[in-house]
């Protein structure tokens, strides 16, 4: 016979007490390291989609298929070349251009099958415009009213070629053509500093382009002709010229400004306007609620709260007949006045509650008033509150799309920064395909925020009056 011993499933917790100490902090520890691992996750995926967003505002086709990670805008070879290009053009190794005295070099290696003559292509400075709409009409120069492009010489070569079938190697030939660019000396006294110099250069379709100085911005006419947009960009100008257009092709046809430009300083102006109004109502309603004593104090705070669950588009109308009447419509104190501080008043009345009251009182027994109170004692100690509360109100402002679509409408150098990319959108975007541009103006948009937060972020602790009174 058998015996069978019966026995009892234990409790969770019992087993855990029954672990020896060095047991459960090894629990703890893979507990612990399993979350780390999850939050760290979760953050790389975030930030991966940052950055790749980032990394596509610098390119000219964000939008290609396969997206590619390799390109010259983050080819360290690629900035020296583009360096040395606009160094040779204008002098400027950064940003680049085509000046009086620019005397640019640029290489193009085409290849064929063997037994295939390889000849020069056709090289062409294009009459091409930048952008579309506003940067067409405010372009005045162009390369080819000043440049002199000559073919200085060849170079015959080999490269190695495996066959994709077969996986055999081959030795096909090459050929180096180099190019000689020069700023027209008859032209060169008073002549214009000129952002781009594009280049075509369209070969039969026997042979093939292999390398350049700078890669073509696109292949065109089935892979025949290769284009350059611009051959001597800078450095700076290779990288961020998607950035540069958002400024200098964003522009008003009658003043010549940046309308970009313009539209952060509205949305600053306006953010920093409500900034100011949040702080002054949130810090006085905050304190009377949490310190003064009235009847009717829990009804309003109600009301305050209550305030908070009702969306904006239910007073739209209303406010919006309001801010006509009073003529403040396409005028930025429409935007600015248009704030919600109710969640902003529940914030300060909380902090405002832990400070302590025996501060306070010692002041009156000195004499303070309580608006000396608040402004000398209490709101000092309350920058972390204040702090919270600023840059929710500016970062709030700042994205705020749907008020100023409304209230401000025209002219256009008067739009917001959100309602200008908008504008963006619809003139480089869309049929145009200009995303790039669309994309870098998305990024500018969000620095302020992004160094309203670096700046202040040290201040977003709790101070040590509430820390030290228990």
Request: hydrophobic residues 50%; without cysteine; charged residues 15%.
């Amino acid at each position: 016979m058998t015996d069978t011993t019966l026995t009892t499933a234990m409790p969770a917790t019992a087993l855990r007490q029954r672990l020896p100490p060095e047991a459960l902090r090894r629990r703890q520890f893979f507990a612990l390291g399993w979350t780390y691992l999850v939050i760290i996750g979760v953050a790389t995926v975030m930030l991966g989609t940052f950055l790749v967003a980032f990394v596509a505002s610098l390119k000219v086709d964000p939008l290609e298929r396969p997206f590619r990670l390799a390109f010259d805008q983050v080819n360290p070879i690629a900035w020296v070349a583009a360096a040395d290009l606009g160094r040779q053009g204008a002098g400027d190794a950064l940003w680049g251009g085509f000046a009086p005295g620019g005397k640019v070099t640029f290489s193009a290696t085409y290849t064929a099958a063997p037994g295939t003559e390889i000849v020069p292509p056709e090289a062409s400075v294009p009459r091409r415009r930048p952008g579309s709409g506003v940067a067409a009409a405010l372009t005045k120069y162009y390369a080819i009213d000043y440049a002199l492009l000559t073919e200085t010489g060849s170079a015959d070569g080999e490269m190695s070629v495996t066959d994709p079938d077969t996986g055999a190697s081959e030795v096909w030939p090459t050929r180096t053509f180099t190019y000689e660019i020069a700023f027209d000396p008859a032209k060169a006294e008073g002549g214009p500093w000129i952002e781009r110099t594009p280049l075509d250069l369209s070969a039969p379709t026997s042979q093939q382009l292999v390398a350049s100085t700078l890669n073509p911005t696109r292949f065109e006419r089935r892979g025949r002709v290769a284009s350059w947009d611009n051959i001597t960009p800078g450095a700076l100008g290779l990288v961020f010229n998607n950035y540069r257009r958002v400024i200098t092709e964003t522009a008003d046809l009658q003043t010549g400004n940046s309308l970009f430009a313009g539209w952060m300083w509205n949305s600053l102006l306006i953010a920093v306007g409500r900034v100011a109004m949040t702080l002054v109502v949130a810090s006085l309603a905050g304190y009377a609620l949490a310190r003064l004593k009235f009847h009717g104090a829990a009804l309003i705070f109600g009301l305050v709260l209550f305030s908070m669950t009702i969306p904006a588009q239910v007073t739209f109308i209303s406010n919006y007949l309001i801010f006509r009447d009073l003529g403040l419509l396409n005028t930025p104190w429409a935007v600015i006045t248009v704030l919600v501080v109710g969640s902003h008043v529940l914030l300060m009345k909380q902090f405002f509650e832990t400070f302590p009251k025996e501060i306070e009182e010692a002041a009156m027994v000195d004499g303070a008033s309580r608006l000396g109170i608040l402004l000398r004692i209490v709101l000092p100690n309350a920058m972390p509150a204040v702090i919270v509360n600023a840059i929710m109100a500016f970062q709030a402002a700042w994205n705020d799309f749907f008020w100023p679509l409304v209230l401000i409408t025209s002219p256009p150098s008067a739009l917001t920064v959100q309602v200008g990319l908008l504008s963006l959108r619809r003139s480089y975007g869309g049929a145009q395909g200009d995303w790039g541009l669309v994309l870098a103006g998305a990024f500018v948009s969000i620095i302020p925020v992004l160094v309203l937060f670096i700046l202040f972020q040290r201040y977003i602790v709790s101070n040590q009056v509430s820390e030290g009174v228990k």
